[in-house]
């Protein structure tokens, strides 16, 4: 069954935000857009589109709040996260402030955690997550 949030930002291709199977719940990719938007926070763009300058942690905040809103819209919340895979764009710069975030989110019962260095992302974003969750 293919679940859409109404809080989250809408996807940037066709793909639902998630699917359940199961008591399991894969989400699509999720990044830190703002919904009904395409402002991105912690970005400020050139005027070309490219990215002039970024916060990593504002991007960290957005994005695992999106994951919150599919998560409960679907059914789920976020301490029922098992798998989480996470694509920085800057692994060398980035790592260390998401790291810290991902601690302090994740204090208590942490999920399982692969993450990647990738040269870009489908919007000018530098952290996306792909989330598996139990209902």
Known sequence: MSINSNKAP????????AKRVGDL???SGVGPRAKGTKVIPGVTLNEDGTIKEYDIAAQCRSVFQNVKYILEDAGSSWDKIV??????TNMKDDFKIYNALWAEYFADNPPCRTTLEINCLPTPIGIELKVV???
Do not use: K, R, W
Request: hydrophobic fraction near 55%.
């Open 10 to 17: 809408e996807p940037v291709g066709l793909y639902p935000h």
């Open 25 to 27: 719940l894969f989400l």
């Open 83 to 88: 798998d989480v895979t996470v694509f920085l």
């Open 133 to 135: 969750a139990t209902i």
